[in-house]
């Protein structure tokens, strides 16, 4: 059977609901209440196949489980609500298993919905994100960003049991270069538990960040989030998986980094987890905005083992949208944080921080097709944009497929030079021409016009597949902004999943 684990998230003081993942309550770190999670499950094998989850509750030995049928290239989303039997303010760790090759994310909200979430149907809570389950569960993790109160942020780290014995984890944390250790209670089988920064005793303060490295004799799986320290209602979380050695790599890609790019900023956190010193070079090709066409580096030298290092946008123009190949000495790993700059969230006091995060992705891991479990297209006034670079050495010929219970469409064949990425986003606007055979059109998602007003009809499964060149995609969520009434919620992203054949 194949399995994929989620350790983390969320939890719920409401009513019935939870799970995948973990669930925490405002207790675990996370501020305010009504947290909760769905998995969106993908099957990427060439065959129809039965998809179970299992939930692991953190404080006792019960267990809840759930299964359905999912199509060839099609996904299931399985949230609290689908649970018969899930208790509320279930917290916990679940395990996905099928008989066929699954891929999932995890998407954690406080967002109001009846009986779920906080706030209510008039301020509805913002918070949001998303992140990976993991298919290869390893007795090493690494964690390129923690804080422990850092600017007002902190992170909190879920880690499960992936193994078949029960086990402790040990944390060793280097925040401002200093060390931190920490040796977690036993973990039994499946289940999880939560680790912050401050159970390993790192003081707080803006000078508390660094990164976590997680060591076990059992097989773990874990997940990030970082937040705001403290809120009354959570605004907004941004989510990560785990890195394990299958990760790490010398060379490593972030699609996306931006320096006032329509008032966002983006700070690029790469770890070093070879066991010496590494130097760091980061080249960025310009996609968008003032620095189209150009290329800029910034450099690192002499980053110490299990230590990370930030190299923020500001290396860029004002106004730039780059991809960035990321070139070590050594195995690395590294994610990108984003957000609206604080110039502009201090001219707009209203405006949501809508901040992400999203993993860097390694040059041994790329392949020619990348699932991503959820692609939003208008769905209940909500769209994902996806980044598709290439980290090929010559031009990629790609094309694209979505499919959900409306049909399976898919693009004509696209180019892309080495090093770039290109941008999916509101694909039923895309002409006939650029559809094989059938076309994605409004009418078909029954949207009510060609901007809002597509219901649930838009949540599709997606495939991009290359005839040559390796690629690598991100997926970020958000609403739109042209809505009146505004949807004011986080942002959310994940990477998409590389494959070594297309369902």
Request: aromatic residues 8%.
């Amino acid at each position: 059977m194949k399995k994929r684990y989620y350790s983390s998230v969320i939890l719920s003081l409401v009513a019935i609901l939870a799970i995948v993942g973990s669930a925490l309550a405002a207790t675990d770190a996370l501020p305010g209440s009504g947290w909760y999670t769905a998995s969106i499950i993908q099957n990427v094998s060439g065959a129809d196949t039965l998809v179970t989850m299992t939930a692991y509750d953190k404080n006792s030995t019960n267990t809840y489980e759930i299964s359905s049928n999912v199509a060839s290239g099609a996904n299931i989303v399985f949230g609290p609500g689908n649970f018969t039997d899930l208790p509320s303010g279930f917290q916990g760790s679940a395990v996905v298993t099928a008989a066929a090759d699954i891929r999932a994310i995890v998407t954690l909200t406080n967002r109001y919905d009846p009986g779920s979430g906080a706030g209510d149907a008039t301020t509805p809570s913002p918070g949001a994100g998303q992140y990976q389950g993991m298919n290869e569960p390893s007795t090493t993790l690494a964690f390129p960003s923690i804080k422990n109160n850092s600017f007002g942020k902190s992170t909190t780290v879920f880690i499960q049991n992936a193994g078949g014995t029960a086990a402790t984890a040990q944390c060793l944390f280097i925040i401002n270069g200093v060390t931190y250790n920490y040796t977690t209670a036993l973990i039994q089988p499946n289940r999880m538990v939560v680790v912050t920064p401050t159970d390993a005793g790192v003081p707080t303060g803006d000078a508390q960040k660094g990164s976590l490295t997680v060591t076990s004799t059992q097989a773990l799986a874990g997940a990030v989030l970082e937040h705001k320290t403290t809120e009354v209602v959570g605004t907004i979380v941004q989510a990560a998986r785990a890195f394990t050695p299958a990760d790490y790599d010398t060379e490593i890609y972030a699609p996306t980094n931006k320096n006032n790019r329509f008032n966002r900023f983006t700070g690029l956190m790469v770890q070093n987890v070879s066991g010496g010193a590494v130097n760091v070079t980061v080249t960025y090709k310009g996609t968008a905005g003032t620095c189209a066409g150009n290329t800029y580096t910034d450099t690192k030298t002499g980053l110490a083992a299990n230590a990370s290092h930030t190299f923020p946008a500001s290396a860029l123009p004002n106004d730039c949208n780059a991809s960035a190949t990321v070139v070590a000495t050594g195995d690395i790993v590294g994610m990108v944080n984003e957000s609206y700059t604080s110039a502009f969230l201090a001219a707009n006091p209203s405006q949501a921080q809508e901040s992400i995060t999203y993993a860097c992705l390694g040059k041994t891991s790329a392949t020619q097709v990348v699932s991503l479990p959820l692609f939003k297209e208008d769905a209940r006034s909500k769209a994902t944009g996806v980044t598709v670079q290439n980290v090929g050495t010559v031009v990629a010929h790609f094309s694209v497929t979505i499919k959900n219970t409306v049909g399976t469409f898919t693009t004509i064949s696209y180019t892309l030079d080495p090093g770039k990425a290109k941008v999916f986003l509101d694909m039923r606007k895309l002409p006939a021409s650029e559809w094989v055979g059938t076309a994605l059109t409004p009418a078909l998602l029954g949207c009510t016009n060609t901007e809002v007003g597509c219901g649930g009809n838009g949540n599709f499964g997606m495939v991009i597949t290359s005839a040559d060149q390796p690629l690598i995609a991100i997926a970020q969520e958000s609403t739109y902004p042209n809505l009146a009434p505004r949807i004011d919620q986080d942002k959310s992203t994940y990477e998409g999943f590389n494959l070594t054949s297309a369902p």
